[in-house]
């Protein structure tokens, strides 16, 4: 047959057109296996939250402490690889790597920082 062979651990799996999507897996396996109950529930929840955002948040207020948060992450994200670059015992990769990587994902924290600033 032909396809790709996807190796899972002990399984091989041969992938091609007929083999299904995660989104057709989740159909076939797990929501047939959710009670009504669970259905319920989990639509109500929904609501409620919605409703409570829809009246009781201030949407403004939210998303600027939101990305307050997000500013926050990325900074101690950049101080945590400038450490990790600087400390022997950090990375135990050769050098020139552990520079790479460390700019590498510097500049990505850069260019998220960059985007939130355009928020």
Not at 33 to 59: A, H
Not at 76 to 93: M, Y
Not at 104 to 113: A, G, Q, S, T, V
Request: glycine share 6%; charged share 20%.
């Amino acid at each position: 047959s032909s396809g790709i062979n996807a190796e899972y651990g002990d399984t091989t799996e041969t992938l091609d057109s007929s083999t299904p999507t995660v989104i057709e897996r989740l159909r076939r396996d797990i929501f047939p296996k959710m009670s009504i109950e669970n259905r319920i529930l989990d639509i109500s929840l929904g609501l409620l939250l919605f409703y409570y955002f829809w009246f009781y948040v201030d949407i403004r207020k939210f998303s600027d402490c939101l990305i307050e948060k997000a500013v926050l992450l990325a900074n101690l994200l950049d101080q945590t690889i400038s450490w990790l670059g600087e400390v022997p015992a950090g990375l135990k990769l050769n050098n020139e790597l552990v520079q790479f990587l460390g700019l590498f994902f510097r500049y990505h924290i850069h260019l998220f920082k960059g985007y939130l600033d355009l928020i």
